[in-house]
């Protein structure tokens, strides 16, 4: 469904980001990409979602090509960004058609807002909001409009451990309704096991694919066990040894 053909980044500065990856993704597919900072994670993420040009390759969804933000790609990025000046009802509707009657957008973004468990806080201004309570408005955003392909930039790095795990949790309900082609982007290969039916490890300068680990784990899937150790083994046997951003995160 989503096909990265030898992707390549390079910037202006002569820096390059990305070598040559190759990568296609199953319809409804969870794949996590993990690495150590500067391996090119996020550059990916930003290819896909059109936000950058790739200096080479090819993106193409559903066999067309990606060159430019796209209605069936959403994205939630690792801090909500939602408008201050608007309510929860109001940013989350707010990538809805225009043409659609407002009656109808309004249903659409209550009905994303009851899924988050926000209700109570639709009329809410984002800043008496705590940071968990952010970031599910920031997926019912990207997910009211039913987007094909949903991006995830490290969407819960910066909360707590506890808010963490249950909006991962959430996370895996809400992709349960309509089982959008997911790509994750995290640090955290618990996060990553958790989530993932398939971990990409990138590493290297310029980043480029150094594993592909499928985790063919059932759903509801446990925290431990010897299944997931080993695949953390895996998983941490490939990443370039050092930043501690790399190793696996605290429960």
Avoid: C
Avoid at 74 to 98: A, H, I, S, Y
Avoid at 152 to 177: G, H, I, M
């Amino acid at each position: 469904m989503l096909e990265l053909n030898r992707i390549g980044k390079r910037f202006p500065n002569g820096h390059e980001a990305l070598g040559e990856v190759t990568l296609s993704v199953a319809e409804g597919q969870i794949l996590a990409v993990v690495g150590a900072s500067g391996g090119g994670k996020s550059t990916l993420l930003r290819l896909v979602a059109g936000l950058d040009t790739a200096s080479e390759g090819r993106i193409a969804l559903d066999g067309t090509p990606l060159t430019g933000p796209s209605p069936k790609v959403g994205v939630v990025f690792q801090e909500p960004r939602l408008m201050p000046w608007l309510t929860v009802k109001d940013n989350v509707g707010f990538g809805l058609p225009r043409q659609l009657p407002r009656a109808e957008r309004e249903r659409r973004a209550a009905a994303e807002i009851a899924r988050v468990g926000l209700t109570a806080f639709a009329d809410a201004l984002p800043k008496t909001l705590s940071g968990g309570m952010a970031q599910r408005a920031a997926l019912a955003r990207a997910l009211v409009t039913r987007p094909a392909v949903l991006l995830l930039d490290e969407p819960f790095s910066a909360l707590d451990a506890l808010t963490r795990q249950s909006l991962q949790e959430e996370l895996v309900a809400l992709w349960e309704r309509d089982r959008p082609t997911m790509l994750l982007v995290t640090h955290d290969l618990d996060e990553a096991l958790f989530l993932a039916d398939r971990v990409v490890v990138l590493g290297g300068q310029p980043g480029r694919v150094r594993l592909d680990l499928s985790v063919p784990l059932p759903r509801p899937r446990p925290r431990d066990g010897v299944s997931l150790a080993r695949l953390r083994e895996r998983l941490f046997a490939e990443l370039p040894h050092g930043p501690a951003a790399a190793m696996p995160a605290a429960a």
